[in-house]
């Protein structure tokens, strides 16, 4: 039913009415007002100066009326006074709490002239300018009270002077409606003016709120990124804790940045790299105790925020930089492991918000992964020397042996080092402490932590799956891949396959289809191979194809010919998508090992998400196992166009018989 014209107007006039202080304080909107008033006042006290000497001139040279000299000498007056208040307002020695009184003050200088004037030529038409006093003084106060004490003002002295005037009739009765209009008029103006302040405030606050949080969490990130780069190119430790900690220090503006570890004895907790201004020429080199402040962080593994350093009960002096008067201590932890504490000092008392721990325990969870890094490659580089070693020590005769083997000894070792030192060894503290967590009774009741461990865990599950696909594609490369052939249904294993997929359709509103499979023969491959390859080229399919698209499976026996690779036939699989399809120059790079379509950085996380991320493996690996069964696999498209979406081809030809 459609409103009628007073609901749809009532409905309006609420909506303009409503304020949302969007949880904002109104001391502070109030204060931001009278701020923003005072800003503007020195602009108001220059202009009716230099207002109030034109009329001065005016007066003097051009009207002829009674008083003539007492307002001449009223006008002169109020110049000057305005200018010496233009000069302390813009010298800025007014608090801004005072905005209103000085608003009254020139409003009452106005009035005064005003009335002056009236007094010595009482006369109707000299309600003109009382009603337009009333009218400006609406736009130009922000105070209700304080307007309406000027309005009671005004018409108590029309009033007055109504009574005591020589001159009686209608004049006055519409020179009164006139002041009736503008004190109404200046009512709305000065409502609608101030209605529109505060949420023009309100908007500015909530959005300088929003820069500093976004400033706040640009330097976190771009800190995170700075120190993920020197931990995947560091592996040094003393060197590694040095540059963190500089690059702290320099990121977030603090007076000392401190890493501390425990040493050998567990006795005593040292600094091992620090940075800052705190720092003396000689060095510093904190050393802090158990019961201290570091300690207390250390033996309980929960971050602190110090406020004031001296007034803390475990306040220890010999932890504490010179002139450090607040403090933020976060646990170094690798799981239930605490490493070591890294210490934020500033000069400043309450420098540091609790807001502001997580994204500073990022940071510190950061510097555990370089701490654990460092301690493996420390492990590994002392194994490396041992064997290096033993090796030299091994004859001749084994020199040319070793000589053929070490070339692939070294990709296999490069590439497990990596897999293992840097992935398989974070990734199994994470997958773990996920699953604590997941198991725990407080966090399953919590659904807001729930879902934060829920999150972890998916994310250490997606990380495994890229750690197999680089083992994949270490095996491809290296020729070890090692097939268990079996005959296999290849239209059973397609649709157990798209299964796997079925809440993604679902959430993405995508259709999957498949073609009568049931005519095809059996081919002779390894199903977890095979599973493999099906998997990666629908997962590609759905990726790039938009919500609400289609994917089809299609597939034909191709019969052996005279000049047929296979006796005994092939097998072409056809996966068809209306996705964006691929450009003509890239239907080979696809399948490289890597590279990925478009810009890295701007494909969401998903792996089954529009466009989502990925390593860039998964069509590598499918064109390794392929040719691994003697088959091959290509890609065909229209083109790329994400507007008309031509869709893409991936062609899959296997033979029905491996060759002896």
């Known amino acids: 039913m459609k409103p009628s014209f007073f609901q749809l107007f009532r409905q309006r006039l609420r909506q303009f009415a409503r304020l949302d202080y969007r949880d904002l304080p109104k001391s502070q909107i109030l204060e931001a007002l009278h701020k923003t008033q005072m800003d503007g006042l020195p602009f108001i006290y220059i202009s009716f100066s230099l207002m109030f000497v034109v009329y001065a001139l005016i007066q003097q040279y051009f009207l002829n009326e009674a008083g003539q000299l007492a307002m001449v000498l009223v006008a002169w007056g109020s110049a000057a006074f305005l200018l010496v208040g233009f000069v302390v307002l813009l010298q800025d020695r007014v608090p801004s709490k005072h905005a209103e009184l ?97 949420r023009a405030e309100i908007l500015r606050i909530v959005e300088q709120r929003q820069r500093t949080e976004l400033v706040q969490r640009t330097t976190q990130q771009q800190t995170s990124y700075a120190v993920g780069q020197r931990i995947t190119s560091i592996l040094e430790l003393e060197t590694l804790l040095d540059q963190i900690a500089t690059l702290i220090w320099k990121r977030y503006d603090v007076y000392y940045v ?146 053929r083997l070490e070339r692939l000894d070294q990709t296999k070792t490069d590439f497990i080092t990596i897999a293992s030192h840097e992935l398989r060894t974070p990734l199994t503290i994470v997958n773990f402490n996920a699953q604590m967590l997941l198991d725990d009774n407080d966090i399953r009741s919590n659904d807001y932590y729930l879902k934060w461990a829920e999150g972890i865990g998916r994310g250490a599950a997606r990380m495994e799956e890229v750690v197999q696909s680089m083992l994949d594609v270490a095996k491809i490369d290296s020729s070890s891949l090692d097939l268990y052939l079996a005959p296999i249904d290849l239209g059973f294993l397609l649709r157990q396959i798209g299964n796997r997929f079925k809440d993604a359709l679902q959430q993405r509103n995508i259709t999957l289809a498949y073609a009568d499979l049931s005519r095809l023969p059996e081919v002779e491959g390894d199903v977890e191979a095979l599973q493999k390859v099906f998997y990666q080229v629908l997962v590609n399919a759905i990726k790039y194809t938009p919500d609400g698209g289609k994917i089809g499976v299609y597939g034909r026996f191709l019969p052996a010919t005279s000049d047929a690779a296979h006796s005994s036939g092939d097998v072409e699989l056809v996966i068809k998508d ?12 696809i399948f490289e090992k890597f590279y990925q379509t478009g810009q890295v950085m701007l494909h969401s996380s998903g792996k089954t998400s529009f466009k989502g991320g990925g390593a860039g493996l998964g069509l590598a690996i499918a064109r390794g196992v392929v040719m691994a069964h003697n088959g091959r696999i290509w890609a065909e498209s229209d083109g790329y166009d994400e507007t008309n979406c031509p869709g893409s081809r991936f062609h899959i030809v296997l033979p029905v018989k491996q060759p002896a």
């Open 102 to 198: 000085a608003t009254a003050v020139v409003a009452a200088v106005i009035l005064f002239t005003i009335l002056l004037r009236f007094y010595f030529n009482n006369e109707p038409k000299q309600s003109a300018n009382l009603a337009l006093f009333l009218f400006g003084a609406g736009v130009l106060f922000t105070s209700g009270w304080l307007y309406f004490v000027m309005q009671v003002f005004c018409w108590g002295a029309w009033a007055i002077f109504i009574s005591h005037s020589p001159i009686a009739g209608s004049d006055w009765i519409y020179f009164g409606v006139m002041l009736f209009v503008a004190t109404f008029t200046g009512l709305v103006a000065h409502w609608v003016r101030l209605h529109a302040l505060r």
């Open 578 to 589: 209306s996705g964006v399809g691929i450009a003509p120059d890239v239907t080979e790079l």
């Open 258 to 403: 401190g890493v501390f570890l425990p040493n050998k004895n567990q006795l005593a907790i040292e600094a091992v790299a620090e940075a800052g201004s705190g720092i003396l020429p000689g060095g510093l080199q904190l050393r802090a105790g158990l019961k201290g402040l570091v300690g207390w962080v250390l033996a309980n593994g929960r971050p602190l925020c110090i406020d004031d350093i001296t007034r803390d009960f475990r306040y220890d002096p010999a932890e504490k930089a010179p002139n450090a008067k607040s403090e933020i201590l976060l646990p170094l932890k690798m799981g239930d492991r605490v490493l070591g504490v890294l210490d934020l000092q500033s000069d400043r008392y309450s420098a540091f918000s609790p807001d502001e721990i997580p994204n500073f325990q990022l940071l510190a969870d950061q510097v555990a992964i370089a701490l654990e890094n460092a301690q493996l490659y420390a492990e590994i580089k002392r194994f490396n020397q041992q064997l290096e070693q033993k090796v030299t020590e091994r004859t001749y005769a084994l020199q040319e042996a070793y000589g």
